[in-house]
């Protein structure tokens, strides 16, 4: 797999390192101070080292703030939001059982009931 620069939500991530794990890291720097950068990081467990693989996924997106005010330095951390995902994935699972799980999360994550917990924190309802 090549490392390469992401695009998230037409923000460009660039790609940054790999560890001597294997952690893949990007960064977006649109907001020029280093406090404001948002970063992503990718880890893989191989399931040939352990019974289970691994994969995870985290991205960081700091709200800093971009002047001087009674709230801040510009730079300062105001607030942060960070999505953390893993999934555990027996080494035996065919190619075709994991792209079925990964469409299945694809939607899950695009769905109302999704979207409606994250940005508002709203549940499901029961209907009636």
Known sequence: MAFVN?????????ASRIDSNGTAFWVNRDGGIYNS???VSL?????TSTKRGRVGV???V???ATEDS????AGTVLRSVTVTAYADIDGSSSSAEKEDALARFIDLVSSTEFH???VAFT???ASA
Not at 8 to 14: E, R, S
Not at 43 to 47: F, K
Request: charged share 15%; glycine share 6%.
């Open 6 to 14: 992401l695009t998230l939500n037409t923000k460009v991530y660039g």
């Open 116 to 118: 409606d917990a994250f």
């Open 58 to 60: 985290r991205l960081d």
């Open 70 to 73: 009674v709230c801040g330095c």
């Open 62 to 64: 700091p709200i800093v």
């Open 123 to 125: 549940p499901p309802t």
């Open 43 to 47: 880890s893989i467990v191989d399931p």
């Open 37 to 39: 950068f948002s970063n």
